[in-house]
């Protein structure tokens, strides 16, 4: 709710500054810096307060239309080569003039969390990408995240295009960055980047509401909302449950908890609780919201003292705020960002220090993730900081649940109105998307949503099967011990049946996970692993090897089963060097045990000594499936699969 306000805010400074005093104005995404779309007819549009004739002037090219009051004009250039610097020019009125403008190819980089994830996240493993990053050539313009219901013509962006640096790169998608640069460097035309992603959203979020009338509980859900007062109200309530909660909860912890942030507090009293760990988990307090302050104390020798610092506290549920010796350090308010605060020279000193850390959790178990990095790294010295933490528990009330706000970006054509309809037309080469954790208690469903997003996006576009490529889910979740059933793996297998769809392609990623997050830190793989698919499928390089190993059939032999496969490349092989690992077979098709599985050629039997005939057969069928390790010598991998696959699925 706060984002939409601050987007309604952002929208109309947009607006006021872009078009002050103008007769003809454009669409944002119509700006300096821009990139077109080379080797096709590209449409630039956009509006005049008075009835005249409109000329667009690009690169020796004139096109002139008549526009009228208030509507829309549009002119088509025809066919552009790639290459830039160039300057386009609208002249009616009043003239605008729009410089730095390059033609290449063009790529709409949409979905949730994972696309959205800015490349500073994973700054650190990538430092010496960051440091060559500077490429005049590839451009990236951020939409700004927002949510409408009704038809919208103006698309929101607080950079507008930018070219890449080592600093504007760290606010690129980090996806579309790595596919972004690897397709630069092979193709040697510009490309860019059209950021419209927004973290935890449905696919049918994306969609025009008229799409889902075989889903009426979503389109029925969204149409109240058409109604802008009652939005515009419901925001104002929500804030104010939100922001009174906190300063309630904050009030009270204030109360409670004075100068604990200070080394001179006495903790002798407070509890023994393990970081990594859940308090919850540990007797602190069940349920509700909660302040629940952490003290960890350690010696340092002289030849760490005054010197700069790093404090790794992997990630935390929820808020936080963290001192070192009494002074801030650093703080997040979510879950998803992983702690990493610089300590300034001269805050450490030689013999005990303390570090404190208040963490406030709205509900739930709040406290420390495990299987993160938790450590002070000073210099090349290392000190764990896992184990044993004082705490103390200072407020619990009331939770503040998710439920009691209203998430408007979860609504059928939030996304679609708010981001997605403004750039509809803008020519570019295709897309590609990462999304699916926000439908992955619905696998069955988003079969269909997945597929009629796709084909409706082409069809508004009418630009033809533009490519529509996609990364499959990576994994997440603590592996388990046994096989088992698995929403993610039918969520990814839903994903690959969608390659039905005409011109899209798939990268599989269940060897980047991590199950501890579902934002995996790779994404340097990723986007290669896209670019991959589009060097492929979209700029004619067939004989590429840009997929693993993809089940063809499957013929039962006696009490072996017998796999084939596609895209093997040059030859099937367990990518660790051991035998292949997270094959089950059941012999009623209900309970699945571990197997052997053996590379034989091109094909991998999969047998077990307890099965005489084997009914079917899974692979890495699970939430993070730990050692899965099928794949082709080209070094990508098989992605997840079940045979045979359960009617209506």
Known sequence: MKTSLR????????????????????????????????????????????DETVMVSFNGIRHQVRAKKGERWKITLPVLQPGGPFVLEVLASDTITLKDVWVGDVWLCSGQSNMEYELFKSAELYPKEIEAAANPRIRHFKVARRTYFNRNEEVLSEQGWEAADPRTVLQFTAVGWFFARELESRLGVPIGLINCSYGGTPAEGWMHEDELKDFPAYRDRALPFRDTALVAEIIRRDKALSDGWLKHIQSLD???????????????????????????????????????WYRRELDLPASMAGQPA????????????????????????????????????????????????????????????????????????????????????????????REQTTRF?????????????????YGMKGVIWYQGESNISRAQEYRV?????????????????????????????????????????????????TLSVPNTGMAVLNDIGESNDVHPLNKRDVGL?????????????????????????????????????????????????????????????????????????????????????PKAVRYAWADTPEGANLGNREGLPAGCFRWPVPEGR
């Open 7 to 50: 987007s309604l805010l952002l929208g109309i400074l947009i607006f006021s500054g872009y078009v002050a005093d103008a007769a003809v104005r454009l669409p944002r995404i119509f700006s300096d810096g821009m990139v077109l779309q080379r080797g096709m007819p590209v449409p630039v549009w956009g509006w005049s307060d008075r």
């Open 254 to 292: 204030d109360a409670n908890a004075r100068g604990w942030q200070q080394p001179s507090t006495d903790v002798s009293s407070w509890t023994d609780l393990q970081v990594p760990g859940y308090w919850a988990d540990q007797g602190m307090v069940d349920s509700g919201g909660a302040v629940v």
């Open 310 to 401: 790093v404090l790794r506290m992997g990630a935390i549920v929820s808020r936080d705020i963290t001192w070192v010796n009494g002074k801030r350090v650093g703080g997040a308010t979510n879950r998803y960002v992983n702690r990493r605060y610089d300590i300034p020279a001269g805050v450490l000193k030689a013999g005990r220090n303390t570090i404190v850390i208040k963490i406030l959790n709205e509900s739930g178990k709040g406290g420390f993730i495990p299987g993160k990095p938790y450590r002070l790294e000073v210099g090349r010295d290392t000190i764990s900081l896992a184990g044993g933490w004082k705490a103390r528990l200072s407020v619990t009330t009331s939770p503040l649940l």
């Open 409 to 425: 970006q979860d609504q059928a054509g939030a996304l679609y109105h708010g981001m997605l309809e403004p750039l509809i037309g």
């Open 449 to 497: 949503i997945f597929s009629r997003m796709i084909q409706s996006w082409r069809k508004i576009w009418g630009q033809g099967d533009f490519p529509f490529l996609f990364a499959q889910l990576a994994s997440n979740n603590p592996p388990r011990p046994q096989p088992a059933e698995s929403r993610l793996a039918e969520l990814q297998e839903a994903q690959s049946r």
């Open 529 to 613: 692993r896209l670019s991959l698919v589009a060097r492929y499928l979209v700029y004619g390089e067939r004989k590429l090897v840009h997929l693993g190993p993809v089940l063809k059939s499957v013929k039962v032999d006696g009490d072996r089963m017998i796999l084939s496969f596609d895209h093997v490349g040059g030859g099937l092989i367990a990518r660790d060097g051991g035998p292949l690992k997270h094959f089950a077979l059941s012999g009623d098709g209900k309970r699945f045990i571990w197997a052997q599985a053996v590379i034989e050629g091109d094909r991998v039997v999969v047998s077990h000594p307890d099965i005489r005939t």
